[in-house]
């Protein structure tokens, strides 16, 4: 029996354009009559959800979704924290330097904002701001706030043009962070205590749902933790093959009704 469904958002909640299709809507509302509750779990700030919490119904004061892939646990209504893991003034030059070294753009989420130190703003950085709904702003680096805390680093550039720098990341950053890619043009630097599978745990534990009861749906590196945690794991059809390997279930993909696909068959009709 699962009690909670933790998804992912893009390239698994939501197709191509960025939509909740009607019928993975619908089979949300069935579950959710059932008793059995959803959770988003994704790499997008609290601004880039808040739009589809409400069109799913999911905007309650006992509602919760994951945000900043996993750095910060809170209600749907926003009105108090779980849990909240940040990075320090320290964290964000070491990060950004490295990026810097290794010739990609680099932002960051801070509070309600997005923050770049590139006077050449990256057209990754601009279209990210726009999908998740958050102010983005310049800074050079003498400019940041040493007092700021900081929900996740990205750096982020063309795809051949990252994975180059992923290839040359030094070791110490791989050790003093959770360090994840979350799409061929995005990798996402947290707090080691951060992550979508820690954060999951966590919100499991405070809700008294044990694993076996839980499952999740994801299709990136960074739904890989937070399925492996879930007793029933689901890749989405258009998953990367780690993910799909780690996988209990195989479900379409997000353009072909996925989510839906897999509760209709693994939770409406178990």
Known sequence: ??????????????????????????????????????????????????????????????????????????????????????????????CEKVARDLGVHFHVLYERSM??????????????????????????????DPAWRFRKFMMVDDEAVLDKAIANLPPELMQRYTVVKSAADFLEILNPDAGK??????????????????????DQENDLVMLEFAGVAVAMGNAIDAVKAVADHVTTSNNEDGVAVAIERYVLTG
């Open 1 to 94: 029996m699962i009690d909670l469904i933790a998804i992912d958002m893009d390239g698994t909640l939501l197709d191509s354009h960025h939509a909740i299709s009607p019928r993975v809507k619908n089979a949300i509302c069935a579950v959710r009559a059932r008793g059995v509750r959803i959770v988003l779990a994704t790499g997008r700030p609290f601004s880039g959800v808040e739009e589809y919490l409400a069109q799913l119904g999911l905007a309650g004061e006992d509602d919760y979704c994951i945000t900043f892939n996993g750095a910060v646990i809170q209600n749907a209504a926003g009105t108090k924290s779980v849990a909240e893991t940040t990075l320090g003034y320290d964290d964000f030059l070491y």
């Open 115 to 144: 923050m770049t130190p590139n006077a050449d703003i990256s057209s990754h950085t601009v279209r990210d701001a726009y999908i998740s709904r958050t102010p983005l702003i310049y800074r050079s680096v003498d400019q940041v």
């Open 197 to 218: 599978g820690r954060a999951l745990a966590t919100l499991a534990a405070h809700l008294g749902v044990p694993p076996e009861r839980i499952m999740a749906i994801g």
